[in-house]
């Protein structure tokens, strides 16, 4: 646990209740009530998991389908609270990339820019002044007075990435599944982002089910199972673990 | 300071983005905010001003002024409720609190409500209405009317996330509230029981401030004073804590 640590996450825990029940409305609901037929079964996605990160490290994080990667950037972004346990971070800082998420499909390019900008925390000068800049990252020149709904999936992860990468404002960025997208020039270009983004100091968690793009980039890799901490330390260790085991 | 600048930069955004929405495919866009009040009132003077000609002596601003002030409740209500549901993929991202996006349905209800506004009051000066002290009590009913239907708003949009079927019993909800309002008809028509009911329904007493205050240039009396000060402030306070109590479960479940 050294000074520098810039997330610190202690004893973390969250707890979902489900209904076991899936009732599809109103009425379902008030007659499965009265005859007790819903009951609440409890879902530990995040279970007790303790781990600090520094500044400038990149942290992959791995585990299979569903155990609970996502649920725990999600929490560090502050989107949800947990049950109990600590989170530590700034989160004027923190930036939370997920696929697709974000866009008003109705809505053209340009207008989507300064809607999701303004909601993920950038200043309208910092648009103003970076607005070029992420466009021609995005290399959308020529669609940005287009509706989102006409652009094809590629574009439009192009475009958010573009827009949470922008300037140097992230200094931690959280990544959820976003380097895997678009073709094999944008995904070049958007790790060398991320590198430079790296160099300048900022801290990066990656989370991502390609193998070959935690190894390539990652210096330390967190395994999370069902929950649990599995195990966390160097990345070719935990990489080769993960794999041995299979995906269980 | 920043912050605050920032949420009002979110706030005028999402503002937009719902203006924009709201009349993408129309060719008169906003004008419609101004445009429909007006036709109603044409509509409603057609059918019924003939019937209550005695009762009502300017049938056109009393039904427009009522209207309003239903319409700002509805407004504001309905797309409060939805707000949540609506925003889900941006409310993961946000680093705003969410009282921002619940806030730009609100600033965009009062936006709707000014342009309104561009026919009421030409309509009211040529009907010969003369400007007066009382009207500078007009915006005190249009924020209170407007803390009502956030109250009611925010109540609604924690139960819409659990159960979408509200949106529609909702709708008919509002039907049953402007029949129970007394808009295009005088009070006095229905039977006594009736008029109980009328008279304890909130959003009618917002009504009853307009018309004093903005068409008959009289001084709301205390009784209609405190009942919307009691009903905006309660309604707001309530339904807020409601709000903030149930987000975490909220977020989960979006």
Known sequence: MSEDAVIKIKDLTMEYKISTANVSGLKDYLIRKIKKEINYRDLLAIDNVSFDVHKGEVVGIIGTNGSGKSTLLKLIAGAINPTSGKIEVDRKK????TLGTGFDM??????????NGSIVGYSREFLDEHYDEIVEFAELQDFMEEKVKNYSSGMVSRLGFAIATAGDAAEILLLDEVLSVGDEFFRQKSL???????????TVLLVSHGMGTILDNCDRAVWIEKGKLRMDGDVKTVCAEYRKSGGE | MEDIKQYWFVI?????REIKRKYARSYLGILWSVLSPLLYMLVMTLVFSTMFKRKIQNFPLYYLSGYLFYNMFCQVSQSVMTVLVDNRNLLLRVKVPKNVFV????????VNFGFSLLAFFPLLFLSGVKPSITMLLFPIDIILCMLFGLGVGYMLSIVYVFFADVKYLYTVFLTMLMYLSAIF???????????????????????????DCMVYNTFPSADIWARIIIWGIASYLLGYLIFLRRENEVMQHI
């Open chain 2, 12 to 16: 005028r955004e999402l503002t937009g």
């Open chain 1, 106 to 115: 109705e809505l053209t390019g340009r207008e989507n820019v300064y809607l």
């Open chain 1, 94 to 97: 923190v930036q939370l990339l």
């Open chain 2, 103 to 110: 806030l730009s349905r609100c600033y965009t209800a009062l």
């Open chain 2, 185 to 211: 008809y005088p009070i006095e028509q229905v039977p006594t029981a009736m008029q109980v009911v009328i008279y304890n329904n909130p959003v009618y007493d917002f009504m009853l401030f307009a018309r």
């Open chain 1, 192 to 202: 060398k982002r991320i590198k430079e983004m790296i160099h300048g100091g900022s």
